[in-house]
RNA sequence: GGACAGGUGGCGGAGCGGCUGAACGCGCCGGUCUCGAAAACCGGUUUGCCCUUCGGGGCAACGUGGGUUCGAAUCCCACCCUGUCCGCCA
């Protein structure tokens, strides 16, 4: 969520924000709304104060009047009723009035919370300006010493490429049909090697995270409330990626949601409270399923791990201090965590500079990383994917603006109560990974060597097949 | 799922419908005392919003939402949540 005092001070900010975005929200009528709002709150206050000025005043009065009704005599009693009802109208119209505001004010408010929701934080101004994601920017590659991205697989490797695809049905390591079967498109059954590759992948970035960096393991919620996805701020904008548990329908008192990451129960975990300076910053890891409907992408990436509605994800989220130069401090160093697993794994990657037009409505600045996959892009003349970068990560840095929404606060050094800054990567998202992995680790032969820090949790194999 | 009990400030815990933003205790911060510390004593200690001539002024909040009332933490209704016991269960 923005700061409505900032809104109003540099609307025009926000709008090009919006703009910048691709996004529309209606500026002017919140504008209009929060105007409105205020005039009615101010009218509502005064009324109210003077009530309640009138009421300390004839309060007493009519408890002392009441008292003396019941031990008067019948002739006094019409005198002192009449008094009675002499005070007790006095506050009447106020009331009338302050009732009015109420009625108004409860009319304007549903759109303009709804509004002030959908208004997205701007971008940084050093994020480049672009449409969609064919805007974003390079920043930087990185290949093992054997391998070279610009030159095809066969080059490099001496033989042509399988997909993972057909390497995990080969290896009895994956099982398309029967999870369609059951699920539908965009599932999946891992099966043996395929399995133990997945959990061995996830397990070593987890104790990479965690014991290596430090970042405090978590097991949390992927089942929620409403609040927790707006408070995360995944809602309103991407209620369609959710999937939906209707439980109000059977008679609970409130629907719940299945997350699309740790991240939302990582930042839901200290929503509404005020932390201390020094408990900053909080670093979380959790290790989650991870649940998107992928509404919009239909006919996308039809075929194998890369586009499917559950996955399991490393992910890591820090909370700061509202400090620019510690956040995006923060936000390098998560990156430079996941670029060491990367070069850890021998996979090719490149760092993107996502464009204003790609990132999502609660960032200000996002940084994609990509992991060389040989199953992907265009097919060369014979028929043959030539390769491609694929998207296994994403950081993202957001300032205060969803711990606005989640009402997260520290305690500063003045005492006041400031919104914290957040942050989060993946640190690992598999069944994806494990494509780039695969492909990249075959050998002619169809068998796939295991990467050397996997191997310890595969009970010391160094291949399958 | 069944039966009770209960939701008040950082915590514990009071609270005849008006003088209660809230007693009391603990914790915390500041001070007195002391060479220093402890004890004792004194003072302070919620959050949000609105207005401001920047001195300050005002409103709201006792689980949530509605209602009764001139006036609600206190009365009524609905919902949510928590605890305990029983049943079921990885």
Redesign the pocket.
């Known amino acids: 969520m923005i700061d ?2 900032q809104f109003r001070a540099d609307p025009e900010r926000f709008r090009q924000g919006a703009r910048d975005k691709n996004m529309e929200v209606d500026i002017d009528r919140l504008l209009e709304l929060d105007e409105q709002r ?1 005039a009615l ?2 009218k ?3 009324t ?2 003077e ?3 009138i ?2 005043e ?3 009065q ?2 002392k009047l ?1 008292g003396q009704l019941k031990k008067a005599a019948d002739d006094d009693r019409a005198e002192i009723e009449a008094q009675i009802a002499e005070l ?1 109208q006095r ?2 119209a106020l ?1 009338a009035t302050i009732q009015k505001c109420d009625q108004d004010l ?1 009319e304007i408010k549903p759109e303009f919370d709804a509004l002030l929701l959908k208004v997205p934080q701007p971008p940084d101004p050093d994020v480049p300006k672009g449409v969609s994601e064919e805007d974003n920017v390079e920043k930087s590659r990185w290949n093992p010493d054997w391998y070279d991205t610009d030159k095809p697989f066969a080059e490099n490797k001496g033989f042509v490429p399988k997909s993972h695809i057909d390497l995990m049905q080969a290896h009895g390591m994956v099982d398309f049909e029967r999870a369609v079967k059951m699920a539908g498109t965009r599932h999946y059954a891992l099966a043996a090697d395929g399995m133990r590759l997945h959990q061995a992948v996830l397990n070593w970035s987890f104790d990479e995270i965690t014991s290596k960096h430090g970042f405090r393991p978590m097991s949390v919620p992927v089942i929620v409330r409403e609040e927790c996805m707006v408070g995360t701020a995944f809602f309103p904008s991407g209620r369609d990626q959710a999937y939906h548990i209707e439980e109000s329908s059977r008679g ?3 629907d719940l949601f299945l997350t699309g990451t740790g991240e939302v129960g990582l930042m839901g975990l200290h929503a509404d409270e ?1 932390l201390d300076a020094d408990q900053l910053p909080l670093q979380y890891a959790t290790i989650s399923t991870c649940f998107r409907r992928e509404a919009g992408a239909a006919g996308k990436d039809t075929a194998g791990l890369y586009r499917i509605h559950q996955f399991d994800k490393v992910e890591q989220v820090v909370i700061c201090k509202a400090d620019e130069q510690e956040s995006r401090a923060w936000h390098d160093r998560m990156i430079a965590i996941v670029e060491d697993i990367l070069k850890q794994l021998d996979l090719p990657y490149r760092l993107l500079q996502c464009c204003t037009g790609d990132l999502g409505p609660k960032n200000a600045d996002m940084i994609d990383i990509e992991c060389w996959m040989p199953s992907r892009g265009e097919t060369d003349e014979h028929g043959n994917p030539r390769g491609a970068y694929g998207e296994t990560h994403s950081a993202s840095r957001l300032y205060d603006y969803q711990c606005r929404r989640l009402n997260l ?1 520290y ?1 500063g050094e003045d ?1 006041k ?1 400031v919104f914290c800054h957040s942050l989060n990567n993946t640190v690992v998202a598999s069944p994806r990974i494990l494509i780039p992995i695969i492909e990249m680790c075959q050998n002619e032969d169809g068998s796939i060597t295991i990467p050397e820090v996997l191997r310890p949790y595969m009970n010391g194999r160094e291949r399958i097949g």
């Open positions: 409505l005092k205020r709150m101010a509502q206050e005064s109210r104060a009530q309640n000025r009421s300390k004839i309060g007493p009519i408890g009441k007790e506050p009447v009331k409860a609970a008192g409130h005020i606060r305690r005492k109560t």
